[in-house]
């Protein structure tokens, strides 16, 4: 056992195992010897725990003890006139709780259906749900409150890279730290009964806003979470650092929009573990920034650990960019399990996201695809979303001048992997001529594919081409490794390296 996180009244335990996501087999857990439950995933939370409280922790014969971290106070809502039926507001008396509790204090939340608008956290403070308690957000975007992009010397709103004026999130934290929400609660933001999908990539006074956002923030937790539904992004930690998302679940319908999972952008030194993602875009998208951005600020996203995570469904499993331009370091994904999922990694830039900072030291270790379309995508045609994605200067496939322009990617490894049920290709990369792929190394790793599918797109380029049961095509790419790489039921060659698609 391996403890993750402790907080007054949770404590998150990861088995230490080579099996993605899931334990070997079923387990029990003892807690002060007495039986807590039966469990079948590498990564659980213990909740409802009494602050300042020492526990002993047993599975089978590992044994560890955990003292719980004190709180100054509890408040809980209800002692504020919230009511807690899903119809009154209760926006201002949560307000007045969390204005009111002192540091290192937590502001409770019982069983009930709570109507929001925007929550605003303080530094210091723990926001606690009771198994059973349920914040709605109000869908009209009228009652939301708009964050001003750039103000003087600081900035608030964000959208896709670029520093806008956006709408409040459903909670929200600006340049706090030592922040933690936890529970077995749920937060429906309620975004299918409103407008927020009508013209999607409209402007309408301002942008969508997310789930949950975070701002310049540090030392954040959030576990054991249910959210969904979201205007934007589920949750959107942007400037920040020190992040731990644990068990957590977050899900969107398919057909919502940009409604990707977890989007760390512009940040560093973050945990992703034990998540459960099913959303209408990208289930984990690490980015930061678009050119501009990245010339002012030149925040790089790196030291990105994202471990024991389950993607069934969803545009992308681990994804980056295509706002990278301040560029992505040291990023490990390991034991997770893909499913269904249109593409396992997907990294996404194009000319014009600059090379402030590279995109390098990615590594996927440990994984298993299961009826993945592609499990690998690299693309610098990207052709989606605002900044000129369909100019000649984006899709062209002739030799441009390197500039300040040019993106740039590294070193990328890939290990002890089983693909499965691979629909289109193992993996397509399209380096640029004047900028190829540096390095791509795949060691054992086995590729199976699933005849039944119908050829599609593997990638989103302006001039697109469909694939089927394909293997690993390389176009652009400096040095391809191979150790170990086996494909069955694959169409043409398994391994294809060409300078032009």
């Given at each position: 056992?391996k403890i993750?996180e402790?907080t007054s009244?949770t404590i998150t335990?990861?088995?230490?195992n080579e099996?993605?996501?899931?334990a070997?087999?079923?387990?029990?857990?003892?807690?002060?010897?007495?039986f807590y439950?039966?469990?079948?995933?590498?990564?659980?939370?213990?909740?409802?725990?009494?602050?300042n409280h020492?526990?002993e922790i047993r599975i089978e014969?590992q044994?560890?003890?955990?003292?719980?971290s004190?709180?100054s106070m509890?408040?809980?809502?209800k002692?504020?006139n919230a009511?807690?039926d899903?119809?009154?507001?209760?926006?201002?008396k949560?307000?007045?709780a969390?204005a009111?509790?002192?540091?290192?204090?937590?502001?409770y939340?019982?069983?009930?259906v709570?109507l929001i608008?925007?929550l605003?956290?303080k530094s210091?403070m723990?926001l606690y749900f009771?198994e059973g308690?349920?914040?709605?957000a109000?869908?009209?975007?009228?009652?939301?409150a708009?964050l001003p992009?750039?103000?003087?010397?600081?900035f608030f709103g964000t959208w896709e890279?670029?520093?806008?004026?956006?709408f409040a999130?459903?909670?929200?934290?600006?340049d706090?730290?030592?922040i933690?929400i936890?529970?077995q609660?749920?937060?429906d933001c309620?975004?299918?009964?409103?407008n927020?999908?009508?013209n999607?990539?409209v402007?309408q006074?301002?942008?969508?806003?997310f789930?949950?956002y975070?701002?310049?923030?540090?030392?954040?937790?959030?576990?054991?979470?249910?959210?969904?539904d979201?205007p934007?992004?589920?949750?959107?930690p942007f400037?920040?650092?020190d992040?731990?998302?644990l068990?957590?679940?977050i899900?969107?319908p398919?057909a919502m929009p940009?409604?990707?999972?977890?989007d760390p952008?512009c940040?560093?030194?973050?945990?992703?573990?034990?998540?459960?993602?099913?959303?209408?875009d990208d289930?984990?998208?690490?980015?930061?920034?678009?050119?501009?951005l990245?010339?002012?600020?030149?925040?790089p996203?790196?030291?990105?650990v994202?471990?024991?995570?389950l993607?069934?469904?969803g545009?992308?499993g681990v994804?980056?960019?295509?706002e990278?331009?301040?560029g992505?370091?040291d990023?490990?994904v390991e034991?997770?399990?893909?499913k269904n999922?249109?593409?396992g990694?997907?990294?996404?830039?194009?000319?014009?996201?600059?090379?402030i900072?590279?995109?390098?030291?990615?590594?996927?270790?440990?994984?298993?695809m299961d009826?993945v379309?592609?499990p690998f995508v690299i693309?610098?045609y990207y052709?989606?979303?605002?900044?000129?994605?369909h100019?000649?200067?984006?899709?062209?496939?002739?030799?441009?001048?390197?500039?300040?322009y040019?993106?740039?990617?590294?070193?990328?490894?890939?290990?002890?992997m089983?693909?499965k049920k691979?629909g289109?290709?193992?993996g397509?990369?399209?380096?640029?001529?004047?900028?190829?792929?540096?390095?791509i190394r795949?060691?054992?790793i086995s590729?199976?594919?699933?005849?039944?599918?119908?050829?599609?797109?593997?990638?989103m380029?302006?001039h697109?081409?469909?694939?089927k049961?394909?293997?690993?095509?390389c176009?652009?790419v400096?040095?391809?490794?191979c150790e170990?790489?086996?494909?069955?039921?694959?169409?043409?060659?398994?391994i294809?390296?060409?300078?032009?698609y």
């Amino acid at each position: 056992m391996k403890i993750v996180e402790v907080t007054s009244r949770t404590i998150t335990i990861e088995r230490q195992n080579e099996s993605p996501y899931y334990a070997p087999k079923e387990y029990s857990l003892y807690v002060n010897e007495q039986f807590y439950g039966k469990f079948d995933k590498n990564v659980i939370t213990l909740f409802d725990l009494i602050p300042n409280h020492r526990y002993e922790i047993r599975i089978e014969d590992q044994c560890v003890t955990v003292t719980t971290s004190t709180e100054s106070m509890v408040l809980n809502i209800k002692d504020f006139n919230a009511v807690g039926d899903g119809v009154a507001d209760d926006t201002m008396k949560i307000m007045a709780a969390i204005a009111c509790v002192s540091k290192d204090g937590c502001v409770y939340i019982p069983k009930g259906v709570y109507l929001i608008s925007s929550l605003f956290l303080k530094s210091d403070m723990t926001l606690y749900f009771e198994e059973g308690a349920k914040l709605i957000a109000k869908y009209d975007r009228m009652d939301f409150a708009i964050l001003p992009g750039e103000v003087g010397d600081t900035f608030f709103g964000t959208w896709e890279g670029s520093l806008v004026d956006g709408f409040a999130s459903i909670i929200n934290a600006i340049d706090c730290k030592n922040i933690r929400i936890l529970g077995q609660g749920e937060i429906d933001c309620q975004a299918s009964l409103g407008n927020w999908y009508h013209n999607h990539r409209v402007k309408q006074l301002a942008w969508r806003g997310f789930g949950m956002y975070f701002k310049g923030c540090e030392q954040i937790s959030v576990v054991g979470i249910h959210i969904h539904d979201t205007p934007s992004w589920n949750i959107h930690p942007f400037f920040s650092s020190d992040l731990k998302f644990l068990n957590l679940k977050i899900t969107n319908p398919p057909a919502m929009p940009t409604t990707d999972g977890l989007d760390p952008d512009c940040t560093k030194n973050c945990l992703i573990a034990g998540c459960y993602f099913n959303v209408g875009d990208d289930c984990i998208a690490i980015k930061s920034g678009t050119y501009q951005l990245a010339k002012k600020y030149k925040r790089p996203s790196s030291n990105i650990v994202i471990r024991n995570n389950l993607m069934e469904q969803g545009h992308g499993g681990v994804v980056f960019g295509s706002e990278s331009s301040a560029g992505i370091y040291d990023v490990i994904v390991e034991k997770c399990l893909f499913k269904n999922t249109d593409r396992g990694l997907r990294i996404k830039t194009r000319r014009g996201r600059g090379s402030i900072g590279s995109i390098d030291h990615v590594s996927f270790k440990n994984i298993i695809m299961d009826g993945v379309k592609t499990p690998f995508v690299i693309n610098m045609y990207y052709n989606m979303g605002p900044a000129g994605g369909h100019e000649e200067y984006v899709w062209s496939t002739k030799f441009h001048t390197v500039d300040e322009y040019t993106p740039i990617l590294k070193n990328f490894t890939f290990e002890d992997m089983i693909c499965k049920k691979v629909g289109y290709a193992a993996g397509v990369f399209l380096g640029l001529p004047e900028s190829k792929i540096e390095k791509i190394r795949f060691k054992n790793i086995s590729f199976s594919f699933d005849s039944s599918v119908e050829e599609g797109y593997p990638v989103m380029i302006e001039h697109n081409f469909k694939l089927k049961n394909a293997g690993l095509c390389c176009f652009n790419v400096e040095k391809v490794e191979c150790e170990n790489v086996c494909f069955e039921d694959c169409i043409g060659d398994s391994i294809i390296q060409k300078e032009s698609y």
